[in-house]
Antibody, heavy 120, light 108 residues
Framework: QVTLRESGPALVKPTQTLTLTCTFS??????????VSWIRQPPGKALEWLAL???????YYSTSLKTRLTISKDTSKNQVVLTMTNMDPVDTATYYC????????????WGQGTLVTVSS | AIRITQSPSSLSASTGDRVTITCRAS??????LAWYQQKPGKAPKLLIY???TLQSGVPSRFSGSGSGTDFTLTISCLQSEDFATYYC??????????FGQGTKVEIK
């Protein structure tokens, strides 16, 4: 059974750096074609793709947020970490990680999500 | 970047109704389109991939069609558990960074 679970702070202050961890089981990020992405969703709004890391350690970022994002993986721990710098209240959202089991495929499954609020 | 336009943004329907949601891509994406269902407070769930292939366990009242730039999600006989928000997503480009804006299906 494939599962993913996001963890990190529920509250961060403006200008701080957010670090989120996606811990997964049931698959290996060393498998050819395997990818993990981060997606976020502000309250009441649509999904926004943020970043992706693949089995070959290639990394991709949202064009609008690329200067603030860093994605990395620890294959031995089955974890993917996302950092986002200079947090702002508009970054308040539920952050999801999701598996992409093929380099050209949909996201499945998703983690349950973690709500991050940016406020002083 | 490929843009996706999803419509309508919301609709009201009754149990038993046939519901159709559309997504249009700004360029051809072959059949590289997925549909997700999201219920309040929950993560999105994959319903359909490759434009028309039902994910395992998804009821057959859901169907998808289209290729190129125009795609449709149809719910043939709306059930109470189908009231949710639906998103399309293209994965023709790598990374697959584009989602539709969502369609909220509400009870009439």
């Amino acid at each position: 059974q494939v599962t993913l679970r996001e963890s990190g702070p529920a509250l961060v202050k403006p200008t701080q750096t957010l670090t989120l961890t996606c811990t997964f089981s049931g698959f290996s990020l060393s498998t050819s074609g395997m990818c993990v992405s981060w997606i976020r969703q502000p309250p009441g709004k649509a999904l926004e793709w943020l970043a992706l890391i693949d089995w070959d350690d290639d990394k991709y970022y949202s064009t609008s947020l690329k200067t603030r994002l860093t994605i990395s993986k620890d294959t031995s721990k089955n974890q993917v970490v996302l950092t986002m710098t200079n947090m702002d209240p508009v970054d308040t959202a539920t952050y999801y990680c999701a598996r992409m089991p093929a380099a050209a495929g949909p996201f499945d499954p998703w983690g349950q999500g973690t709500l991050v609020t940016v406020s002083s | 970047a490929i843009r996706i336009t999803q419509s309508p943004s919301s609709l009201s329907a009754s149990t038993g109704d046939r519901v159709t949601i559309t997504c249009r891509a700004s360029q051809g994406i072959s059949s590289y389109l997925a549909w997700y269902q999201q219920k309040p407070g929950k993560a999105p769930k994959l319903l359909i991939y490759a434009a028309s292939t039902l994910q395992s366990g998804v009821p057959s009242r859901f169907s998808g069609s289209g290729s190129g730039t125009d795609f449709t999600l149809t719910i043939s006989c709306l059930q109470s558990e189908d009231f949710a928000t639906y998103y399309c997503q293209q994965y023709y480009s790598y990374p697959p960074e584009t989602f539709g804006q969502g369609t909220k299906v509400e009870i009439k």
